[in-house]
């Protein structure tokens, strides 16, 4: 798509015409193939959660490597990251500023210092804000904000506003995540060819 915010509205040239623009837009477009489309479902997933190639086909190796369905496993490694949950607790407004908070050391898990974005949440390890994080002008109407979005908490996580601390209830189902916008099946079919 065009940048800017013109490309929002109905009257982007993308959006009006149905075709690419220059001289040879008019043509039209082929149709993706099956690897096509499977690599851009694959790129969806990569921009969403900000991981790169590498660490993305070392979570599918490791997704493979579990019993159980390798689709769901994949989702299940994706959302168990530490800035993901940050970001669906509410902490985040989103992904990458849940980035920025934990590798400035702002959350405590299991009462440790963690600033490791991908570090992998266990079930049972409980979340907090550390003293001095909420203190901090980023967190003034945090209480605030998470009594207003306390319905959009997923039901494997539970979080205590008063305290500011969360818990990991269960792992997440594929069901229970409402918010991807690609295909997990297509991800998977793209890393077994």
């Known amino acids: 798509m065009l940048k800017g ?10 959006i009006k015409r149905g075709y690419p623009p220059g001289q040879h837009g008019i043509k039209g477009r082929s149709k993706p193939t099956a690897y096509g489309e499977q ?15 590498k660490q993305f086909a070392l979570y599918y190796k490791e997704a493979i490597r579990r019993k159980g369905d390798a689709s769901e496993n994949l989702t299940q490694l994706l959302e168990m990251r530490l800035d993901n949950i940050i970001y669906r607790l509410g902490f985040a407004q989103s992904r990458n500023q849940a980035k920025q908070m934990v590798s400035h050391n702002l959350f405590l898990v299991n009462n440790k210092k963690a600033n490791i974005i991908s570090y992998q949440i266990k079930v049972g390890d409980i979340i907090t804000l550390r003293d001095k994080s909420k203190k901090l002008k980023l967190f003034a109407n945090l209480a605030d904000t ?3 979005s306390k319905g959009q908490v997923p039901n494997w996580l539970s ?4 305290s500011l601390t969360a818990k990991i209830l269960t792992t997440p189902k594929k069901g229970e995540i409402a918010e ?7 991800i998977i079919e793209f890393y077994s060819r």
């Not at 979080?159 to 008063?162: A, E, G, P, Q, V």
């Open 159 to 162: 979080i205590d506003i008063d």
């Open 180 to 186: 991807t916008n690609f295909d997990i099946k297509a």
């Open 39 to 53: 690599l851009r479902e694959k790129q969806k997933a990569k921009k969403t959660y900000g991981i790169l190639e």
């Open 5 to 14: 915010d013109r490309c929002m509205l109905p009257k982007c040239a993308m």
């Open 146 to 148: 998470l009594n207003k």
